[in-house]
């Protein structure tokens, strides 16, 4: 026990020793140092290590720099050597700020370039990157082909002209003005009869066309009801290219054989793949919901003026929003900007099928 004071005393007395050749700013730097230390081991009570912070070690740093021999006199929680690491990667950082150009590297590109760029390429799938660089040259947007090449990339888009290979919904896009499609729209009477409905509908206009109802359609009333439809597209001058249909048994070869003498390919869809004629499909849901539903079906006849009366509806008023809110047989009105106009609407309701349809038009 004597030996253990004795060995403490000494010690004290070296330290004292060491403390009077320190002057007032080392011994402020160490009180900082050893106060920030505390404020560390507060800050991360109850973790199995400690851990500093970027701006931990820069403080550190920053106040022991200047004591190389006393920082491995005193007590830190990391080594001596690792603060004076930490001094040299801080003046590293340093040197290198200042060192450092106002605009590194190749300057960023323009934001309406980048849209522009990324705009080609959804317009022009076949374009490579190249031709898009050339592209915007001739339009006197001065930029490097590397740099067309990395908007792509950023974009997710490929930049050789690999996105060539054409999609459905592409194909659907571009030929949209020369498309029909048709399908049969299965329903139920009241008395539990089952009847099919032919209905054509063309892809730019939205227009639809309903061909006819029956309870059996066989192959001779498919085949009449395709040659009505190219009588009633040719008085029309209505030039259709591609008819899309599924693959239902109901269509015999004759009701492709009549088209294709009209001049019109028929192509098929996937099998059980409904998006491929997702107009169709659309319409039929439409159909459903906005006239079957709400209605009794009394026999055929009351069908197929049920369907007519729709279709009237369908292309003469109901807007539509594959075609920005239009309609098939009518285009949009002029807004109306006169306030007085607007302060005093008068808009008379007609009804269709006994008030299952409603059509709103101002009044004469």
């Known amino acids: 026990m004597l030996l253990r004071l004795a060995y403490l005393g000494v010690t004290n007395a070296f330290a004292m020793l060491r403390q009077l050749q320190m002057t007032d700013r080392d011994k402020d730097a160490e009180i900082l140092a050893l106060r920030h230390q505390i404020t560390v081991l507060e800050r991360q009570l109850g973790k199995d290590k400690i851990r500093f912070t970027p701006s931990d070690r820069a403080y550190l740093a920053?106040?022991?720099?200047?004591?190389?021999?006393?920082?491995?006199?005193?007590?830190?929680?990391?080594?001596?050597?690792?603060?004076?690491?930490?001094?040299?990667?801080?003046?590293a950082r340093r040197h290198a700020s200042s060192r450092r150009p106002k605009r590194p590297g190749r300057p960023h590109t323009v934001r309406s370039i980048r849209t522009l760029v990324l705009r080609l390429a959804k317009e022009n799938p076949s374009w490579g990157y190249r031709r898009l660089h050339g592209e915007l040259l001739v339009l006197g947007v001065k930029v490097g082909a590397s740099t067309v090449w990395e908007i792509l990339k950023e974009a997710g888009i490929d930049p050789a002209p690999e996105r060539n290979s054409s999609t459905w919904a592409t194909f659907l896009r571009t030929q949209a003005d020369a498309?029909?499609?048709c399908d049969f729209m299965e329903t139920v009477t009241l008395s539990g009869m089952r009847m099919y409905v032919l209905v054509v509908i063309e892809h730019g206009s939205?227009?639809?066309?309903?061909l006819g109802a029956t309870t059996h359609p066989t192959a001779s009333w498919v085949a009449q009801a395709a040659k009505n439809l190219v009588m009633h597209l040719e008085d029309l001058s209505c030039r259709a290219r591609f008819m899309i249909r599924d693959r239902d048994g109901k269509f015999p070869e004759l009701f492709d054989a009549v088209l294709n003498d009209a001049g019109i390919d028929v192509v098929l869809s996937g099998v059980q793949m409904p998006r491929m004629n997702s107009i169709t499909e659309r319409w039929i849901q439409t159909c459903r919901r906005e006239l079957l539903d709400r209605t009794l079906i009394w026999n055929q006849r009351h069908l197929l003026h049920t369907s007519r009366e729709f279709e009237h509806f369908y292309n003469g008023h109901r807007p539509h929003q594959g075609i920005a809110n239009g309609r098939p047989l009518h285009p949009l009105p002029p807004p109306i900007h006169d306030p007085d106009t607007l302060a005093h609407l008068d808009i008379h309701r007609h009804d269709r099928l006994g008030g299952i349809l409603h059509e709103y038009q101002h009044a004469a």
């Open 62 to 91: 920053a106040l022991l720099h200047r004591l190389p021999l006393h920082v491995r006199q005193l007590r830190l929680l990391v080594r001596p050597y690792t603060v004076l690491r930490w001094h040299r990667n801080l003046v």
């Open 179 to 181: 498309l029909l499609a």
């Open 206 to 210: 939205r227009r639809i066309r309903v």
